[in-house]
């Protein structure tokens, strides 16, 4: 059981909009900013979004983060066959004084 | 270009040790925390533990917690995870990463490819 809720699967297709939601709490979430992760099989996972909402350089701009109290969302828009990949948030926690990830969402681009 | 090259990972027995090691280069270490995040077959990422830049501030996940000893060298710019009583469930791949700043509770922004440690008799 992950201390960050995300749906476990998104689908969309080629185009489409998709939102992936990340829901926390206080200690986590609720007092601190908010990476997005994007992982495929047997690679090195990649920053996709930092402090909530900034793109590092080089992460397309279909790509959009944002927070709203103890929640966060991932927004990819004009997808691509290429997003399919498995996505994480994650985020600090005062309780357990540590990095704390969601269980990740497995995208399908249809 | 930051580079990050995880090594030590094998086939252990339940209740045996192993020592990763994470070499890095293309930044400035000593300037980053650094990030242990594992990922068991069919499961999903889970951080292992964290250290601050001047290893001042260490942290650990609680099924770890005892059995895992998380350190660096800065001068030699490597990062390492001691692991000790391993189970089967410490079976997973072994992501070593670089922190976006040197507090602990900054987030990973750099991955390394991985190390695959398997418990098994």
């Known amino acids: 059981q992950s201390v960050l809720t995300q749906p476990p699967s998104a689908s969309g297709t080629p185009g489409q909009r998709i939102i992936i939601s990340c829901s926390g709490t206080i200690p986590n979430i609720g007092s601190h900013t908010v990476n997005w992760y994007q992982h495929l099989p047997g690679t090195a996972p990649k920053l996709l979004i930092q402090y909530n909402n900034h793109r590092p350089s080089g992460v397309p701009d279909r790509f959009s983060g944002s927070k709203s109290g103890t929640s966060a969302s991932l927004d990819i828009s004009g997808l691509q066959s290429e997003d399919e990949a498995e996505y994480y948030c994650a985020a600090w926690d005062d309780n357990l004084n540590g990095w704390v990830l969601g269980g990740g969402t497995k995208l399908t681009v249809l | 270009e930051v580079q990050l090259v995880e090594s030590g990972g094998g086939l252990v027995q339940p209740g045996r040790s192993l020592r990763l090691s994470c070499e890095v280069s293309g930044f400035t270490f000593d300037d980053h925390a650094m990030h242990w995040v594992r990922q068991a077959p069919g499961k999903g990422l889970e951080w292992v533990s964290g250290?601050?830049?001047?290893?001042?501030?260490?942290g650990y996940a609680d099924s770890v917690k005892g059995r895992f000893t998380i350190s660096r060298d800065n001068a030699k710019k490597s990062l390492f995870l001691q692991l000790n009583s391993l189970r089967a469930e410490d079976t997973a791949v072994y992501y070593c990463?670089?922190?976006?700043?040197?507090?602990?509770?900054?987030?990973?922004?750099?991955w390394g490819q991985g190390t695959l440690v398997t418990v098994s008799s």
């Open positions: 990463a670089k922190a976006e700043r040197g507090g602990l509770y900054s987030g990973a922004d750099y």
């Open positions: 250290i601050s830049s001047n290893s001042a501030n260490i």
